[in-house]
T-cell receptor, first 115, second 114 residues
């Protein structure tokens, strides 16, 4: 069974440009999460989808970040326009059931560098 | 707000030596506790979790962690380090009070010296 996959694995963009990250969760997992790790800091929650609906987006840093989940399958996270402080590793995770206290399976992350 | 402290951003041990990675949480009510590991170029993988059953939790790859309420700790140990254990380890919590996301510590990078 395929795990959580993220594309691209690395992205280097200039300040002011737009970048779109993609996450394909494990098939059948209704719950999808985005997290971000800025260098040297904690992994922090960004948002949580249940199917195509945003359940919790309390961690989204500002309105330059837009997350979507088309048809409850894959998800995209768009950063527009990108700023230097957006650099970091973006992780996606998915889980089968709705409660947070179940095992979430993580992707390998997308390393975003804004220069 | 719930927080997790991992003491030591980098720990180095010799092959065959004891591994001890420290994690403390800040909560008067014991939360759910997790240890994740990230091997190079891979995603986070769950090592083990504490959900209020036995206080000594056994995980994969010979790792275990002991929940100590009096010390608000959930330290990760392995009796004998192997070269393949070199990775970054993250302690995380979820409060039992409700549906909230995982709260992670800053991570500890483990190096194993031959």
């Amino acid at each position: 069974e395929a795990g959580v996959t993220q594309f691209p694995s690395h992205s280097v963009i200039e300040k002011g440009q737009t970048v779109t990250l993609r996450c394909d969760p494990i098939s059948g997992h209704d719950n999808l999460y985005w997290y971000r790790r800025v260098m040297g800091k904690e992994i922090k929650f960004l948002l949580h989808f249940v199917k195509e609906s945003k359940q919790d987006e309390s961690g989204m840093p500002n309105n330059r970040f837009l997350a979507e989940r088309t048809g409850g399958t894959y998800s995209t996270l768009k950063v527009q326009p990108a700023e230097l402080e957006d650099s970091g590793v973006y992780f996606c995770a998915s889980s089968q059931v709705a409660a947070y206290n179940t095992e979430a399976f993580f992707g390998q992350g997308t390393r975003l560098t804004v220069v | 707000a719930q927080s997790v402290t991992q003491l030591g951003s980098h720990v180095s041990v010799s092959e065959g030596a004891l591994v001890l990675l420290r994690c403390n949480y800040s909560s008067s009510v014991p939360p759910y506790l997790f240890w994740y590991v990230q091997y190079p170029n891979q995603g986070l993988q769950l090592l083990l979790k504490y959900t209020s059953a036995a206080t000594l939790v056994k995980g994969i790859n010979g790792f275990e962690a002991e929940f100590k309420k009096s010390e608000t700790s959930f330290h990760l140990t392995k009796p004998s380090a192997h070269m393949s254990d070199a990775a970054e380890y993250f302690c995380a919590v979820i409060p039992k009070s409700g549906n909230t996301p995982l709260v992670f510590g800053k991570g500890t990078r483990l190096s194993v010296i031959a």
